[in-house]
């Protein structure tokens, strides 16, 4: 059996993996329109996308916080960086709180990428990367808020507050 939907993966070099969680291309070559479900992965991603009918575009998507079913039509393209929590204060300088799980579009050029950029997905990975890199070599990291981060992580969200508290030297209330 063979299908028209494509889905490519990849990961992070080590000097980003504190704020990217992948990088991602899904690809509906078909003519034919997929049903596909999404479920809340803790990620905040941006998707570069353009089809037949819809022209390139950029958009900010904050935390799914229900899982959905959505229609992705026939003959669209979308490549993306799936961001850690740590990357909203640092690489993309936003708040995403009230975003309410609506796209953002970005304006043309976002970090001047542009549809070429996208084909083959390892050429958008890495302008995506150099990009990320270059922001981030203007930037100081707190110690904390890290740590903060890698305990969430690493215990895949299942620490209470008390114990991030206790473990990263924050108090509740600075977490909340």
């Given at each position: 059996?063979?299908?028209d ?7 992070p070099?080590?000097?980003l993996s ?8 899904l690809?509906n070559s078909s003519?034919t329109?997929?049903d596909i479900s999404?479920?809340?992965?803790g990620?905040?991603d941006?998707i570069?996308s353009?089809?037949d009918?819809e ?11 229900n899982?959905?079913?959505v229609?992705?039509t026939?003959?669209?393209?979308s ?13 993309l ?7 309410g ?16 950029d ?9 302008k995506?990367?150099?990009q990320i890199?270059s922001i981030?070599?203007?930037?100081k990291?707190e110690s904390r808020k890290k ?7 690493s215990?895949n969200?299942?620490m209470?507050v008390k114990?991030l508290s206790?473990?990263?030297?924050w ?6």
């Amino acid at each position: 059996m063979t299908t028209d939907l494509q889905i490519q993966v990849i990961y992070p070099d080590k000097d980003l993996s504190d704020f990217v969680e992948s990088f991602w291309m899904l690809a509906n070559s078909s003519n034919t329109d997929k049903d596909i479900s999404t479920l809340p992965d803790g990620r905040v991603d941006i998707i570069f996308s353009y089809s037949d009918t819809e022209p390139f575009n950029a958009m900010l998507m904050d935390l799914d916080r229900n899982c959905s079913s959505v229609i992705f039509t026939a003959r669209t393209f979308s490549f993306a960086v799936s961001f850690k929590l740590l990357a909203v204060e640092y690489i993309l300088d936003t708040s995403i709180a009230n975003q309410g799980n609506l796209p953002v579009f970005l304006p043309n050029n976002f970090w001047d990428i542009k549809q070429s950029d996208l084909n083959p997905f390892e050429t958008f990975v890495k302008k995506i990367s150099e990009q990320i890199k270059s922001i981030l070599q203007h930037k100081k990291i707190e110690s904390r808020k890290k740590k903060l981060f890698d305990l969430i992580y690493s215990s895949n969200g299942a620490m209470t507050v008390k114990d991030l508290s206790d473990k990263s030297n924050w108090s509740s209330r600075e977490i909340n």
